[in-house]
């Protein structure tokens, strides 16, 4: 009894009380969520390459991506709780497809080819990512799903070099 009024739980059945009413909905909702969170990966499409999962590139701060689109040489973006985000690869600097010469406009052209090849549509590790810039993305390193570092792919093959804290000509 509380404030002079009786309070008795909803029940359809006393054998089975979750059969009916709110306690069927409790019932169907919670399993629901844990299959759910059983089976996530699958409905993602997580990766499950070995190479990728067993040495992540930075464990303690990493996460994988999905990348939607490729804008540059060293810029992609990836979508995650509906929200898109875009990553500036960190240490490196490609040229710009905005170039001040032909020969920049077309070296930028085969980076975000390649940068394409590598990882657009496909799982990703973003890792050791450090800061927002000034044009809302994230500063962070990538990874193929086989763990190679994506920036010094683009480097060792001549389509990016290292970022020196300041832009430098293509021309």
Known sequence: MWMGCEMKPYRSSDDAPWVDGPGLIFAITGAM???AVLLWPAFLGEP?????TE???H?????WALVTLVHD????SYTTQGQIVRVRLANIDAPELQGKCASEIELAERARERLRDLISGRWTVIYAWERWDMYR?????AATA????VGEILIAEGLARRWAGHREGWC
Do not use: N, V, Y
């Not at 499950?48 to 990728?52: D, K, L």
């Not at 464990?59 to 996460?63: G, L, N, Q």
């Not at 993305?137 to 390193?141: V, W």
């Open 146 to 149: 086989e763990g190679e570092d």
């Open 55 to 57: 040495r992540p590139a």
């Open 73 to 76: 040489g060293d810029t992609f």
């Open 137 to 141: 993305r994230l500063i962070a390193k």
């Open 33 to 35: 969520a844990m299959g």
């Open 48 to 52: 499950t390459s070995t190479a990728a």
């Open 59 to 63: 464990p303690e701060r990493s996460a």
